[in-house]
């Protein structure tokens, strides 16, 4: 089992930054990537980006690469999502989840088996 707890969301004027944390605890061994997804009123989930804990690789929704960067402490169980450029489109809530089984496609929600309760990301034009 694995706890997961986002932090750092709040209001921010277009082309701003912001960064979200995600700080995973319980069974935390058993985690073997994490990603960021986001939900818009009205709109499905989408994926934002994903680590994965050993080695790192990385990965991005086409509409965030360049923007946003992911990265993970792992002496800490934190994953970050350092946001800049910051459109209002950006606006959702953003989802942190955890994956306890190998998977190749981060991209897809149904690779990941726990996921945080949300931290609401507003941009002002």
């Known amino acids: 089992q694995v706890q997961l707890v986002e932090s750092g969301g709040g209001l921010v004027q277009a082309g701003g930054s912001l960064r979200l944390s995600c700080v995973a605890s319980?069974?935390?061994?058993?985690?073997?990537?994490m990603g960021w997804f986001r939900q818009a009123p009205g709109k499905e989930r989408e994926f934002v980006a994903a680590?994965?804990?050993?080695?790192?690789?990385?990965y991005y929704a086409d509409s965030v690469k360049g923007r946003f960067t992911i990265a993970r402490d792992s002496a800490s169980n934190t994953v970050y999502l350092q946001m800049n450029s910051l459109k209002p489109e950006d606006t959702a809530v953003y989802y942190c989840?955890?994956?306890?089984?190998?998977?190749?496609?981060?991209?897809?929600?149904?690779?990941?088996?726990?996921w945080g309760q949300g931290t609401q990301v507003t941009v002002s034009s």
């Open positions: 319980g069974r935390t061994s058993s985690s073997y990537a």
């Open positions: 989840a955890a994956s306890i089984t190998w998977r190749l496609r981060l991209w897809e929600a149904p690779a990941y088996d726990f």
């Open positions: 680590i994965r804990w050993s080695g790192g690789s990385t």
